[in-house]
């Protein structure tokens, strides 16, 4: 707690210190505390911030006789009054309110006090720092409760919390900074944990890297399966995101009537025609094509579904986005068959929430705990997108994505996704990590570009992502 309440004060230095140059005298410090372990690491930050010379009070949420344990001793080492907190506390106005009433430790809902003390916090416009996790925020689910604490800046401790990344729970954190208060790694490693901030750590030694020996067919052949003529463009922005990321090659292939457009817009992409589910198999039975695409302007009609599982039947790496999700929603025990019948082969589902709640009706929790829950269901890799995309494999383990800028939120750019994806499980990347690095990749790509972005332009963003990743495996 001393450590914890030390890492809070430093935080609170940094902050104050960007108002020292414009204000005279002592800047000022509300600590708003809690009965529980957060409230604890408050009394040790308000501590220290006076013993630096800030003017600091302290507010506490209930009664000090309710305080136990490490909490209560450091509510004794403080020597300052210890005022209620409530609307009131908020006056006069101070420089600097640090929030640590609740912390991780909510449980269900607020009560009305805390509630009605969290909406005058933020109608106060003051700076806020939190403590762990802002009150109010669930830290493993991601959610809010009736209201929460909108921080500047959170300190929390060892590792992030779900509700760190998870949205709406990220957007009242602020900055979040982790601070080191001295757990053995071993502690962390006993955890086992399961989940983990999708940064290129987890799955950079998978990444396929170029060799000076390769030729295209060590880097795989994508296959991306287009629909009507005139829904031709998604799979076209698949398929060029598959080549882009690496793959060696990549075939489109499309009913006969819709060769023609596509040829015109395809240059290093090949374009091969299919006849039906039965022409497709015959395309995929060649052992070379190491995985396809289905489902970006596949289009509604029967045969969908069929195209579907015969890609399921393949040897290859499937990759199932848009429409075939939404087909396959029709039929779910044969699809969720045809998934685990494929087992030696990873199946990639990309949904939105839209064909999330078509492919999963009645799943319920966090995003994260739907996603684990679609995975163990399916027994597919699941891709839940979104600004917080969570990356869920059938054994538990999961990823939170969070470097998605919001210029992705542009027709099309799933679709470049789900290419990405495709064209990394070409090469041979493990489903879990071509996923997870892909999405990743996504958001990099599209802050590269940043304002007017279109989809067309997340693939030639790619090569200077993948020098940035080609360097920092080098490293």
């Known amino acids: ?40 690491d408050g009394f040790v930050a308000a501590r220290l911030l006076s013993e630096m010379g800030y003017l600091v009070r302290v507010a506490l949420l209930g009664s000090i006789t309710q305080l136990r344990g490490d909490a209560a001793m450091a509510a004794a080492d403080w020597q300052g009054a210890i005022e209620v907190a409530g609307p009131d506390s908020l006056n006069p106005p101070v420089d600097l309110i640090i929030d640590a009433i609740l912390g991780a430790g909510l449980k269900g809902t607020l009560s009305d006090d805390c509630a009605t003390l969290i909406s005058a916090i933020n109608g106060s416009r003051r700076r806020v720092l939190s403590v762990d996790v802002p009150s109010g925020l669930d830290g493993t689910r991601g959610s809010i409760a009736s209201t929460a604490v909108e921080a500047l800046e959170t300190v929390t401790f060892v590792r992030r919390k779900p509700g760190h990344l998870l949205l709406p729970g990220r957007l009242a954190c602020g900055k979040v900074t982790v601070a080191d208060i001295g757990m053995p790694e071993s502690v962390v490693a006993e955890i086992d944990a399961r989940t983990f901030g999708n940064e290129p750590d987890l799955w950079l030694r998978q990444f396929p890297h170029e060799r000076v020996d390769q030729h295209k067919y060590d880097r795989g052949h994508a296959v991306v399966v287009a629909g009507a003529p005139e829904n031709g463009g998604a799979a076209r922005l698949g398929a060029r995101a598959a080549l882009r990321v690496g793959a060696g090659l990549v075939t489109l292939v499309a009913a006969p009537e819709a060769v023609p457009i596509n040829a015109c817009h395809l240059n290093a992409i090949m374009v091969r025609t299919y006849d039906g589910a039965f022409g497709l198999g015959k395309i995929l039975a060649d052992h070379r094509k190491n995985a396809v695409l289905i489902g970006p302007g596949l289009g509604v009609d029967d045969q969908s579904f069929e195209l579907t599982l015969t890609s399921l039947r393949s040897n290859a790496a499937v990759v199932v986005d848009a429409d075939a999700i939404s087909w396959a929603a029709l039929d779910t025990p044969r699809f969720f068959d045809g998934i685990k019948r494929s087992a030696l082969r990873p199946v990639v589902l990309t949904p939105h929430e839209g064909e999330f709640s078509r492919l999963f009706p009645g799943l319920a929790g966090s995003k994260l705990e739907r996603a684990r829950a679609a995975s163990a269901l399916s027994g597919a890799i699941v891709v839940l997108k979104g600004p917080d995309t969570v990356i869920a494999e059938p054994a538990g383990r999961a990823a939170i994505n969070h470097n998605a800028p919001p210029s992705l939120a542009t027709a099309g750019s799933g679709d470049v996704l789900a290419g990405m994806i495709t064209g990394l499980l070409a090469q041979g990347m493990p489903a879990f990590e071509a996923a997870a690095s892909a999405v990743w990749m996504h958001g990099e790509a599209a802050k590269e570009f940043g304002r007017g972005l279109i989809s067309e332009d997340l693939p030639e963003m790619l090569p200077r992502v993948l020098r940035r990743v080609d360097e920092a495996a080098a490293r």
């Open 1 to 40: 707690m001393e450590n914890a309440g030390a890492a809070v004060a430093k935080a609170a230095q940094s902050l104050l210190a960007e108002l020292a140059a414009s204000r005279q005298g002592a800047l000022t410090v509300l600590v708003i505390c809690g009965r529980g372990a957060n409230g604890g």
